[in-house]
């Protein structure tokens, strides 16, 4: 479904973050509602749902198995002529209207439904503290601010070659520490450490990483996850014990910015997260009328 990154527009009504269930029944309801919007995702949609043997709670379908039904919403969404766009956000910054910061791209959007799923793994320590000073989720995005300088790059996927590739270029040094198996396309001159991170050290800008039994004196860290935790996607954004806080209409503490699915929090169910998504569409939606509304 997900074919390669089209032309993105300036502006949009409204952006969806995240292809699992409540991504794709935000967009059906976007689409039907005729709204100009964009539904951004990865490669691979749903994945934990591509990997359930049967799914036996979603009604209409018993017993089917996790990757049929990913099959279904993904036809569904295809047959609305509705495209998922690999657009990896890297940082939002809040409007009106919204800014939606890729590695090479931004664009616009006057509401925002976040339908990232659950974060992987908690945050390192320090990683919190030092964003901004040292810390980071997108190399390319600052890597010339290291030039001649030593970085470390923490990747849970393979998308982090690329990035160590990069900064192998300008900077002093380069250490790559992977999360995953199967190494694909490293510069000879990265030094790849297998051993994983304890913490990251600094007091007012990085100056360590943390491995245990060895410490690296790094000038910058950057961090390569599938989904980046919602509180460092949106600056401010409230949470509420690890999950982003919404209330019954799915809007969070940002006006224009709604959430649905699992970084809602539990219950982690497959019929929620879809519920959820068709929910926060239709109030986005009534919130973009209501911005209009001054303007008629």
Not at 23 to 52: Q, T, V, Y
Not at 120 to 147: M, Q
Not at 170 to 197: M, Q, T, W
Not at 273 to 287: D, F, M
């Amino acid at each position: 479904m997900a074919e390669g990154l089209q032309t993105l527009k300036n502006h949009y009504e409204l952006a969806i973050i995240g292809c699992g269930p409540a991504g794709m029944a935000a967009a059906l309801n976007a689409k039907i509602r005729n709204r100009d919007f964009i539904l951004l995702g990865s490669e691979f949609c749903s994945p934990k749902l591509s990997k359930a043997p049967h799914i036996e709670n979603w009604l209409g379908f018993p017993e089917i198995t996790g990757e049929e039904l990913r099959q279904r919403f993904l036809k569904h969404v295809e047959s609305k002529d509705i495209q998922i766009v690999p657009f990896k956000v890297t940082n939002i910054y809040p409007g009106p209207p919204h800014t939606l910061v890729g590695k090479e791209q931004s664009f616009e959007a006057d509401a925002i439904i976040i339908a990232t799923g659950v974060s992987v793994g908690k945050l390192f320590p320090g990683e919190a503290e030092l964003l901004g000073s040292g810390v980071g989720y997108c190399a390319t995005c600052d890597g010339p601010l290291y030039k001649n300088k030593n970085v470390a790059i923490v990747s849970y996927n393979q998308e982090g070659e690329d990035e160590a590739n990069f900064m192998a270029d300008f900077c002093a040094k380069v250490y790559y520490i992977p999360y995953y198996s199967d190494l694909a396309k490293l510069d000879p001159r990265i030094e790849v450490k297998k051993s994983k991170v304890k913490g990251i050290v600094g007091t007012e800008t990085v100056n360590q990483l943390d491995l245990g039994e060895e410490q690296l004196s790094v000038d910058g860290v950057f961090i390569i996850r599938d989904t980046l935790p919602a509180e460092q996607l949106v600056s401010g954004l409230e949470m509420e014990d690890g999950a982003i806080k919404v209330n019954h209409k799915l809007e969070t503490s940002m006006p224009g910015l709604f959430a649905a699915g699992d970084c809602t929090g539990q219950p982690f169910q497959l019929i929620k997260a879809a519920g959820e998504g068709g929910t926060a569409a239709l109030q986005a939606v009534k919130y973009l009328d209501g911005i209009k509304l001054p303007q008629s």
